[in-house]
């Protein structure tokens, strides 16, 4: 092995090496600005199949991303003027029913009716926990740290705002300049799979990024037309918390009904709605499982639903939310390069051991591995 140690293999190594420890170094320090960059990725993936469809239809590229990039803005500041404050004064009507002795009222009706149901609750454990917790939160002492975390928050959005649209008109624009520069860095002997595992990433990971935004949209609003129905006074609020839930496979129907079980009984002080808003979510959910799932979501993560579960635990243990909603778009990432590199080994003898042997071009077409 040290025979075949030369003095230009050490060099190499030596760069490689260097050149991941300043990645880590820059991933770590300026993550705010990584998040920005694969947030305008995304977004770039969602919108590409637009911008190259008016391209194809005579119109030149530059002009088509910042007609759709406008549209995107157009809309986001729709959302900003005529849903958003709808939702900031639903929270804040419901925060003001959050006081301690409202919810001390319905720990109690709570507690009485899981007493009487099952009586393996001891008296009085809900209703001391919700003092316990309340004192915890609103703790004045922490009132100074809480300011502080909105102001980093609203700095944070303030430079995403900046940022991300700016980002996403590049990625738009000279996408493929960008990869195709990247390639280039590619050895000539690798250049094949890697351009072959790039490609079938990108598709994947846009079918999937797409399937999700339209699904969660469709279920979100169908949740709010039908909590509306059922009599929810937040239902705009709890309509667009279940279609951002609905992204996470298995957990977001679950957080969805919790949600609105739990406004509907703050808002009410009983369980009086209860029963409509279950109802409610379970026709969103109908609609998700029969129509858009098949439809529209069928073929976007191409797994088996028990692996997907495990994926989605591992991400939920390794980094909470986050965790979850990232666990699929990474498993299909690891899926196809696996898949990919594999077939790169059994076609082309570039990969293998024995480097003395002629190098060899595949002799038969590389089989669909979405």
Not at 183 to 202: G, W
Request: charged letters at 15%; hydrophobic letters at 55%.
């Amino acid at each position: 092995m040290l025979k075949n140690l030369t003095l230009d293999k050490v060099i190499k190594s030596v760069i490689g090496a260097a050149g991941l420890l300043l990645v880590g170094i820059i991933v770590y320090n300026y993550s705010n600005l990584i998040a920005y960059a694969l947030i305008a990725m995304l977004l770039s993936y969602m919108l590409d199949p637009i911008v190259n469809r008016l391209q194809a239809a005579g119109m030149n590229r530059t002009i088509g991303t910042t007609l759709t990039l406008a549209t995107l803005i157009l809309v986001i500041v729709w959302g900003s003027t005529s849903v958003i404050p709808i939702v900031a004064n639903q929270m804040a009507s419901l925060a003001r029913q959050l006081d301690i002795e409202n919810l001390r009222f319905i720990a109690e009706q709570i507690e009485v009716s899981i007493i009487n149901t099952f009586e393996f609750i001891p008296e009085g454990f809900l209703r001391d926990n919700i003092s316990v917790m309340s004192d915890n939160l609103f703790n004045v002492g922490q009132i100074s740290d809480i300011v502080s975390d909105v102001i980093g928050i609203f700095t944070n959005l303030f430079a995403a705002f900046l940022v991300i649209p700016f980002a996403t008109f590049f990625f738009l624009k000279d996408g493929h300049k960008i990869r195709r520069d990247l390639l280039k860095l590619v050895p000539n002997k690798y250049f094949e799979t890697i351009l072959s595992l790039v490609d079938k990433i990108e598709t994947r990971l846009g079918i999937y990024f797409r399937s999700v935004f339209v699904q969660c949209t469709i279920v979100g609003v169908v949740s709010w037309l039908a909590l509306s129905m059922a009599g929810l006074s937040n239902s705009t609020s709890v309509g667009i918390a279940i279609g951002l839930a609905n992204s996470i496979p298995y957990f977001g129907p679950l957080i969805g009904y919790v949600l609105s079980i739990l406004i509907s009984i703050i808002e009410t002080g009983d369980f009086s709605l209860v029963i409509p808003c279950i109802i409610a979510v379970l026709f969103a959910q109908i609609i998700d499982n029969v129509i858009l799932q098949p439809l529209i979501f069928s073929k976007s993560a191409d797994m088996h639903p028990v692996a997907i579960l495990f994926i989605i635990l591992i991400g939920a243990q390794t980094a909470g939310i986050i965790g979850m909603l990232v666990a699929i778009p990474i498993a299909t990432i690891i899926k196809i390069s696996i898949r990919q590199i594999h077939w790169s080994f059994n076609n082309y003898r570039i990969f293998r051991l024995d480097q003395n042997q002629p190098i060899q071009e595949a002799q038969t077409s590389q089989k669909e591995t979405e």
